[in-house]
């Protein structure tokens, strides 16, 4: 019998003036461990003329993690960070009862040629810190734990797994890891993985029980103990997975809360703007994403 419980097929989704490849939330699986969105962004080949613009936008009762494989984005928070993230390094920024940012091409990067590629995942936050102050922290590449087993290199990009712990200062028991590898082995792993789990085939392919998977897949085990597989030649995946949190989590636009009272509140605290609830991004004050419609209006 399979380990594979559920594969999820990125869908294409768009995010402003760009393409993303969406593999959480899913129908049948609304988050896995405490991942509650991931997005696979690009690999995208933009020209001189084409930059990414994210307008200032809120959050409520998620973190936000972004990691970055090509290319530069500049991120802007209504707490007053103003940096670039780079290929290897985390931003990591939780929203507790709310925080504005925005996400745009940095300005030594704008009349260029680029490339841009990476994850942008949301991790749903523990109930008693949904309501909590936000905060933003920035972890430099050389900073996340990275080893190798055989040719196969690991890094542990957040949480505690591989009897390891990373510097990104999450909330809730979780694993985020990279794992690279140039030529074909057999990875037994499971011994080191807890709650549920759920992998991404970036490139290359990977053997479950003599099934090949490819790309363009999110593959979520029924046993994260039973994690064994052979990954391919020249091949990349990510591993998501942890604990989940014992209450649902309800999502609208960029909200995330178990109490839907919660969501109403943060839409309306947007629709008008109010600036108590959702401070101005400084050096990004004149734009801001409109609360979208609901369906069919």
Known sequence: MSNIGLIIEEKAANIGNFLVGRLLPFREKRTVGPFIFIDHMGPAELSAMDNLEVPPHPHIGLSTLTYLLEGAIFHRDSLGNALEITPGAVNWMSAGKGVVHSERTPERLRNTSKTLHGLQIWVAMPKDLENGEPFFHHIDAADIPAWNEGNAQFKLIAGEAFDRKSPVPVHS???????????????????????????????????????????????????????????????????????????ERFIFWNFVSSDKEKLEQAKKNWQEQNYDAFPKVPGDEEEFVLLPKPFGK
């Not at 590898?181 to 991404?200: D, F, H």
């Not at 970036?202 to 597989?229: H, M, P, R, W």
């Open 173 to 247: 028991p979780l694993f985020f890891v990279e794992i690279k590898s140039p030529e074909r082995a057999v990875l037994n792993i499971g011994k080191y993985l807890y709650g549920e789990v759920a992998m991404y085939v970036l490139e290359g392919s990977v053997t479950i029980e003599g099934n090949d998977y490819e790309t363009k897949q999110l593959l979520v085990a029924k046993n994260a103990e039973l994690c064994s597989f052979e990954i391919g030649e020249n091949t990349t995946v990510y591993l998501f997975g942890g604990e989940p949190l014992p209450e």
